[in-house]
């Protein structure tokens, strides 16, 4: 397993970027949650080394040592990846994003045809104002708080995170359930203890280390259109999600996969947003490579 790295794209923006699994492997591009960075998927090194995974994932802009892109949009990631992929040397790929990362995931499916072979979703928030969406139902106070004040902009949203969410720039693993208070049902509490709590913990500490510059790009990105159509994704998709999730709740997996015709919906009963990760990894990995390897990478 790698430590993670700074990556300079062939545009000069610089990258934090992390390799795992088998070098050899298939491409997996994972996108992590909102906040979290490349590190995130580190303890999913010898899951993709044994399948013969390559695991690629990068800080998005903001986050860890990845430099800010004031503005993104989430359509603005697959030009990213499409560049790291094309200096690592892979034609194909496969992708998968957790939380924040999902919206990021399907942006590179639905702009990097044909190049992305498959894609998944694990607990993925949902674009705000779209019919057929309530994009608040079921959803923890602490985000309907978070996602209202992005909504009022980002003057409004960075005063939202400097009076509630400093904590988590020093937070442990000890602290992390109380931190994330009314999100985490009592399956996701269980699952933050010990070392799974302070690996957690020390992703988020690093990813925002510098500030809260990724974590805003983010939050202001879903609440605006994402640039790409969700229809036009062709590929095989899976959208895994828990009934119990409380940060993104599963009414947002529903309507996602209610706009893809090939997306299969994956309800794992009587799990979280976290315990769905943490627990069924090996699943989501054997169902996202199901399909026979594409000759070449």
């Keep these: 397993m790698q430590t ?5 794209l062939t545009d000069g923006r610089i990258i934090d970027l992390y390799l795992g699994g088998d070098p050899h492997g298939r491409a997996l591009v994972m996108h992590h949650g909102t906040p979290s960075d490349a590190t995130s998927f580190a303890d999913w090194d010898m899951d993709c080394r044994a399948r013969g995974i390559r695991l690629i ?7 860890a040592e990845s430099g800010r892109m004031a503005g993104r949009s989430v359509a603005d990631i697959a030009t990213l990846v499409e560049m790291l992929l094309d200096q690592l040397g892979y034609r194909r790929f496969h992708t998968a994003g957790w939380s924040g990362g999902g919206p990021h995931a399907l942006a590179c499916a639905a702009l990097l045809a044909p190049r ?22 079921g959803m923890g106070p602490e985000n309907i708080e978070e996602f209202g004040a992005a909504l009022q902009g980002e003057a409004a949203l ?5 009076a509630n969410a400093e904590g988590f720039r020093s937070v442990t693993g000890l602290e992390l359930a109380a931190a994330f208070g009314g999100l985490v049902p009592q399956i996701d509490r269980d699952e933050l203890s010990g070392g799974q709590a302070d690996t957690l913990a020390a992703v988020i500490r690093r990813a ?14 879903f609440t605006r259109p994402w640039g790409f159509d969700l229809a036009a994704i062709g590929i095989p998709v899976t959208i895994w999600q828990g009934d119990l ?9 529903a309507w996602i996969a209610g706009r893809m015709p090939g997306a299969v919906l994956r309800m794992v009963e009587g799990h979280g947003h976290i315990s769905l990760v943490t627990q069924h990894r090996s699943a989501i990995l054997d169902c996202l490579f199901a399909g026979p390897p594409s000759v070449g990478l």
């Design 116 to 137: 992305c072979e498959g894609v998944a979703t694990l607990a993925g928030v949902g674009p705000y104002g779209e019919p057929g969406l309530d994009f608040f139902a």
């Design 208 to 221: 925002l280390r510098g500030g809260f510059d990724g974590w805003v790009d983010d939050d202001l990105a």
């Design 57 to 63: 994932c990068m800080s998005r802009p903001g986050y």
């Design 245 to 253: 999730d409380l940060m993104v709740p599963h009414g947002h997996a």
């Design 158 to 162: 960075r005063a939202w995170k400097a």
């Design 4 to 8: 993670p790295s700074a990556f300079e």
